[in-house]
């Protein structure tokens, strides 16, 4: 039973332009969100986070958006770098637990 | 200032054999995560401790697996025995509690043959 679910496994994109990975889940306890980003033969790395109290987040070329109705959220990058091709994870997270519920993961290819 | 480190980066095993896998955490976390990834299932979180106390284990797949956090800076995950479908990427994480982002070692590359 998936909790977090990135329903499409591969996304590719031209350089410059923007890119959009998805992530679902389904406990509307979640009250905190995470991407993490991950090069081959290295680990996860934190990218951008975003607390249920906002809808928006933002650092750089990153920027997070949570629809808490939807229980949906989206990364965008923009704009999208040949150095982004990586696999994306989200995960969700309950403050006062130790559980971070990671999806499946998506990974980018941003096309020269 | 060393991030999450794991050894061995690359291990080759015979089925049956045991594995042990070893985490030292960033100093001053007190919580420490083992995650499996896999292509199926992402990453699966398998065990976690916090102040060297085993919290929740209920992902460890079976009895071959165990793991142990003997100190503050140290943490083994072993497998006894190895079985081919434990092939797979293990992750090392730990955080400060009460801080909402996780930091992951680079993994260890498990193939059992």
């Known amino acids: 039973d998936q909790q977090v679910k990135q329903n499409s496994p591969s996304l590719s994109v031209q350089e410059g332009r923007i890119s959009i990975l998805n992530c679902d889940y389904t406990n509307s306890m979640f009250d905190y969100f995470l991407w993490y980003k991950k090069y081959p033969a290295e680990g996860p790395t934190f990218l951008i986070s975003?607390?249920?109290?906002?809808d928006k987040n933002e650092d750089g070329r990153f920027t997070v958006f949570l629809n808490k109705s939807a229980k949906h959220l989206s990364l965008h990058i923009v704009p999208s770098q040949p150095g982004d091709s990586a696999v994306y994870f989200c995960?969700?997270?309950?403050?006062?637990?130790?559980?971070?519920?990671f999806g499946t993961g998506t990974r980018l290819k941003v096309l020269a | 200032d060393a991030g999450v480190i794991q050894s061995p980066r690359h291990e080759v095993t015979e089925m049956g054999q045991e594995v042990t896998l070893r985490c030292k955490p960033i100093?001053?976390?007190?919580?420490l995560f083992w995650y499996r990834q896999t292509m199926m299932r992402g990453l699966e979180l398998l065990i976690y401790f916090n102040n060297n106390v085993p919290i929740d284990d209920s992902g460890m797949p079976e009895d071959r697996f165990s793991a142990k956090m003997p100190n503050a800076s140290f943490s083994t995950l072993k497998i006894q025995p190895s079985e081919p479908r434990d092939s797979a990427v293990y992750f090392c994480?730990?955080?400060?509690?009460?801080?909402?982002?996780?930091?992951f070692g680079e993994g260890s590359w498990l193939t059992v043959v």
């Open positions: 994480a730990s955080s400060f509690s009460g801080r909402n982002t996780i930091y």
């Open positions: 975003i607390s249920s109290i906002k």
């Open positions: 100093s001053g976390h007190n919580s």
């Open positions: 995960a969700a997270f309950l403050s006062g637990t130790y559980k971070y519920i």
